[in-house]
Antibody
Framework: EVELVESGGGLVQPGGSLRLSCAAS????????MTWVRQAPGKGLEWVAH????????NYLDSVKGRFTISRDNAKNSLFLQMNSMRVEDSAVYYC??????????????WGQGTLVTVSS | ETVLTQSPATLSVSPGERVTLSCRAS??????LAWYQQRPGQAPRLLIS???TRATGIPPRFSGSGSGTEFTLTISGLQSEDFGVYYC??????????FGQGTKLEIK
């Protein structure tokens, strides 16, 4: 059974940094694209970034480009999101998800429980 | 960016009823559309992919249809565990992947 467990959320000041982690198990981690999706309090879902299975490429939401970096360690079945120059509008629950479908692109097959990030002074 | 518009925003229904949720795309997404359910306090759960294919373990009362720019999710015989927020997501035109704003299904 696929299991994804996020950690690393917390309170950070505007302009600060935070690193999120996602521990994966129950599937061949190195074979799948992985994604981060966020959800601001009381709001809808917003895709943030994803990374290729071998870590050789990634795509980002325009509003986080240059500030966030997604990475992975396939030896440790772990996904990361380094968030720098954080803004109040980055406050959200951040979910990691395993991609699937793999038609033109991907849907999100399995999700973690999320980790809450709050950006506030 | 492909914008997905869901309607209605909120739907109040009684258990046992049949409901239809709509998702409209600002440009064609072919059949590359997924539906998710999110119960309060929980992570989203994949229900439907490729517009009409149920994910593993999803009961047959959930069905999806549509292609191009118009899609529907139908739930037949609503059960208490079906209440929550439903999102559509397109994976044809990316990045970015985009979601609809959600339809909240409430108990009448």
């Amino acid at each position: 059974e696929v299991e994804l467990v996020e950690s690393g959320g917390g309170l950070v000041q505007p302009g600060g940094s935070l690193r999120l982690s996602c521990a994966a198990s129950g599937f061949i981690f190195s074979s799948d694209w992985m994604t981060w999706v966020r959800q601001a309090p009381g709001k809808g879902l917003e895709w943030v970034a994803h990374i290729k299975p071998d870590g050789s490429g990634a795509n980002y939401l325009d509003s986080v480009k240059g500030r966030f970096t997604i990475s992975r360690d396939n030896a440790k079945n772990s996904l990361f999101l380094q968030m720098n120059s954080m803004r109040v509008e980055d406050s959200a629950v951040y979910y990691c998800a395993k991609e699937a479908c793999y038609g033109s692109g991907s849907c999100f097959h399995s999700w973690g429980q999320g980790t809450l990030v709050t950006v506030s002074s | 960016e492909t914008v997905l518009t869901q309607s209605p925003a909120t739907l109040s229904v009684s258990p046992g009823e049949r409901v239809t949720l709509s998702c409209r795309a600002s440009q064609s997404v072919s059949s590359y559309l997924a539906w998710y359910q999110q119960r309060p306090g929980q992570a989203p759960r994949l229900l439907i992919s490729d517009a009409s294919t149920r994910a593993t373990g999803i009961p047959p009362r959930f069905s999806g249809s549509g292609s191009g720019t118009e899609f529907t999710l139908t739930i037949s015989g609503l059960q208490s565990e079906d209440f929550g927020v439903y999102y559509c997501q397109q994976y044809k035109n990316w990045p970015p992947y985009t979601f609809g704003q959600g339809t909240k299904l409430e108990i009448k």
